[in-house]
C-alpha cells in the first residue's frame, strides 16, 4: 500500500455522496475505540433528519478525517482518524431505512457494500473488532447473528432507528433522500516527513463527539505515524499490553511521572499538560513509534511493580508498601530512574535498597511533622538526572534531602503532641510499623482498628478513675501513646482502664500486649512516657542518615548551590544546571560555564545581575584579569573558589535557580 502524495486535501460534500465510491474500505484503525454512540445521540440524529425533511435546508455533519492509502487499481482504504462515530452511526440508520422498505435495497446498498470487492471486503465500513460482527451481521440483514449480538451498541441503536423510521409522519424514501441535506467537511491527509504536522489532526479529535483522553492522543499520535500493519502490530503487542497494565487515569498518571522522570527539572511538566508534553519528549528524542513504546512499556512494568510493591527485593518492597500507603507517588519518577539503572546494572542492589529506605526516612518524618511537600517535585525533578558518576547517587541525595529531613529532636519534639490520629490511614501504619518493628513477624492488620487507651469521649468512670483527665484529654487523646491497635475496638468502647487491661492482656498484638505489663494507671505521664519509647522505636525504623564529615571539612561530594560549605581546597569536576551536565576542570571554568549558560537560556535574569549594584562593582567593573563571556560582556576571573561560589550563589538566587544547580567537587 502507498499513501497519495498530497498532504492535506479538504473539501464539502453531502454524507451520501461521499459513502456512494466503490472500491473503497473505511477502515476504522485497530487502536481506536469501540462504537460508543448513546441512544439519546441518535434520537437526535432522528429528529434532526425530520426537520431537515420540513426544512428542506443543509445541515453541517461535522469533519471527516481519513488518511488514504490505495492499492493500483484494486481499492483504496481511507483510515479514519475522526468522525468514525458518525459514520457508524449513519450507516445503521439506512440499514434501517432500507429493512423499512424493500424497494430502497439497491439504493441503501450502494452506501453500504462494494460491489466488486470480495466477501471479506464487501461492507465498506471495517469496524474495530470488537464491533466487527454485530456490523456486519446489520449490513448483510443476517437476523439470526443481529439476534445473537443483542447486548451490542450497535444493535441496540440499530433496533432504535427500525422502531423511529416505522413511527415517522416521512417514508423511509423521503428519510433517505433528506440525508442528502447532511453536509460534511472530508479532510484527507498523508501523514510522513513531508506532510501536515500530525499535531493537527489529533487535536482536531476533541472538537466534536466524545473527548479524548491523553493517553488516547499519544496513542493515535503514535500510531498514525505508521501504515495499517504495522499499526496492528504496534497496537496488539505494545499498546494492548499496556492498557491491560492500567485502567482510566491511572495510564495519564503513569505517562505524566514518566516525562518528569525523562524530562527532568529543565522542563517542568504538568499532568493536565501530559499529550503535548510528550509530544515534546518524543520529537527531542528522535524515536520511531516502536522505540518509543518499548520505553514505555518497559517503564509501565516497573510502575506496576511499584503500585503493588512487588518487585524482586523484599526490603524494596517493604519501602513501596510503606511510601504506597503515605499516598507520596510524588516520589515515582526517581524510583522509575533508579529501578532502570538497577536493571542496566548501573546501580548496585545494596546501593538501590539504602537509597530507597533513606528517602522513606525522609518522607515518613516529614508526614508525621505534617511539614509541607511542596518543594518536592522539584526535588524529585533533579534526582532524576543522572548524575556524574554512577558512585554519586546516594551522595547526591543525601545532598538533596539534607535541608528538609526532620531532625531527631524535631521528630521527637512533634510526637510529644501532634494529633497523628487526624490522618488516621498514617496513624494505623505507624502503629502497625512499630508492631512488626516489636515482633519481628508477619502478622495480618487486615482486621485491626486503632484505639484510643483513653477514649475519645470521656465516661464517668475515667473522669473517677484519673485525676484532673479533663484537663489534659484534648491535648494528649490523639497523640501516638494513647492509641494501639486492636480487632474489638466496638468491645472496648469507652470502658474504664482496668477493664481494657484484662483486654489488652490478651491480644496477639504486641505493642498492646506490652502496655498492661508496663502501665498500671493511664494518665498524662503514662501516655507522655510511651510516646517517649515509641518515638524512639520509630527512630530506630527510620534513622537519621549520616552526612559525612572529615577532620570539620568539606568531604568531596555533589552539593547543591546554596548549600553553605567552605570550598577551598576543592576541585570542580561538574556542574549541573536545570538537569543538564557540564563537565568543568577549575573554578574559573565553573564561573563561565554557569554565566554563560545564564547569557543564552536567561537573557532577562542575566541583566538584572548584571545591574545589581554590588554584583556590579565587584564583578563587571575596574577588572584586573578580565574574561569575555559569549554576548562580549567582561567578567572578572581574578577570583578564589569561595567568591566565585559567592558569586554563582547570588546570581542563581537572583535567577531562581538555586534548586535546580548542583556541583560535584573531588
Known sequence: MQSKSKPIDAGSINVLDFLKNDNVILEIPVFQRHYEWSTDQCETLFADLEQIVDSQKEHFFGTIVYVSYREINVKETKQMIDGQQ?????????????NSDKQLSDQCDQYLLNSRLSDNERVKLKSVERDRMAFMSIVQERSAEIQSESNSKLVANYRLFCHRVSQSTFSARTLLDALRQLIIVNIELTLGPDSENPEVVFESLNSTGLS??????????LLMQVGPDEQRNLYQNYWVKLEQLFAGADFTEFIWRYLIMSMHAS???????????????????HWNPQQALTDLLRFAYYYVHFQQSQTDNPEINHSLEIINRMKSKVVYPYLLMLQDQVVKNRLSKADWIKIVQTLTNYLFRLKICQLSTAGLNSIISNLCVLPAATTGFYQRELTLLRNRFVSDRDFTETLKTTDIYRESDLAKLTLELLEQHRSKETIDFTDAQIEHVMPQTLSNDWRLAVVNVDSFHDRYVNTLGNLTLTKYNQEMSNAPFDKKRAVYQKSNIMITRNIPSDYDIWNATSIAKRTAQLTQELLEIFPFPTFAVKNNGVQSGTYRIDTAINVTGKKPVNIMIQGKNYRISSWQEFLFTFMNYLVTNKPSKYQIARNDVALKRQFFTNLRKPKKLVNGDELERNLSANHIKAFVTKVAEIADL????FYTIR
Open 267 to 285: 522542563h517542568p511538566i504538568k499532568k493536565s499538560d501530559v499529550y503535548h508534553g510528550y509530544q515534546q519528549f518524543f520529537i527531542a528524542q
Open 658 to 661: 538555586s534548586n535546580q544547580i
Open 212 to 221: 479524548l483522553s491523553a493517553t488516547d492522543l499519544i496513542r493515535n499520535y
Open 86 to 98: 458518525r459514520l457508524t452511526t449513519l450507516m445503521l440508520l439506512i440499514c434501517a431505512l432500507r
